[in-house]
Structure formats: structure tokens, C-alpha cells
Nanobody, 117 residues
């Protein structure tokens, strides 16, 4: 069973930075990508960023140019560097590991990011 543990959340002021980490343990038995989602109170969970199985990255328009996703395959860890944070970035951030082909996916429990104006 794969387990994901997010860390690095916290409270910052507008314009600040945070670096989230998502550490995966267990064996996926599949090629996998890792992604970040977020959910603000009263809103649906939304896609933030992905690092795909081929190493390419993708971002939601709302975070392009401010967030950078990376991955350390040796450590089974994904990172989300978040710069120029805005109050609208305030949300619970979740990590997702997905097997190529969509056979299986796993979610972490989330880490809270709060940006004050």
C-alpha cells in the first residue's frame, strides 16, 4: 500500500514563499506521476500542478510563473515551490500519486497553506 505524507505548509504574508513536500512510501508497482491539488473552504478540489511519468510538468493557469513542481525519484518525493503567494492561494494542498494509465491513484491527507494580506 502506498502512503503519501505532505509537509511544508504554513502561514505566510502576501508575496511570501513556501515549499511543499510529498513523500511516498510503499511500492507502486507502476510508472507514476505526482500531482498537487488544493481545496479552499466551500470550494471544490482543483488541480494545481503535475509532474508526469516522462518528467514533464504542467500547471494550472492560476499558478503559472509562480509555482514550480519538481521530483526526486530516488527519494520518491515531489516538491511544490510556491512563490509570490496570494491570499487566493489559501487552501488545503493535497498530493496525489497516480499510476500511468490511471489504474490506481493515491492521495495524501493534505497540508494547510494560509496566505494573509
Amino acid at each position: 500500500q502506498v502512503q503519501l505524507v505532505e509537509s511544508g505548509g504554513g502561514s505566510v504574508q502576501t508575496g511570501g514563499s513556501l515549499r511543499l513536500s510529498c513523500a511516498a512510501s510503499g511500492n507502486t508497482y507502476c510508472p507514476y506521476g505526482m500531482s498537487w491539488y488544493r481545496q479552499a473552504p466551500g470550494k471544490e478540489r482543483e488541480f494545481v500542478s503535475v509532474v508526469r511519468t516522462d518528467g514533464s510538468a504542467g500547471y494550472a493557469d492560476s499558478v503559472k510563473g509562480r509555482f514550480t513542481i519538481s521530483q526526486d525519484k530516488a527519494k520518491n518525493t515531489a516538491y511544490l515551490q510556491m512563490n509570490s503567494l496570494k491570499p487566493e492561494d489559501t487552501a488545503m494542498y493535497y498530493c496525489k500519486l497516480y499510476c500511468s494509465g490511471g489504474v490506481r491513484s493515491y492521495w495524501g491527507q493534505g497540508t494547510q497553506v494560509t496566505v494573509s494580506s
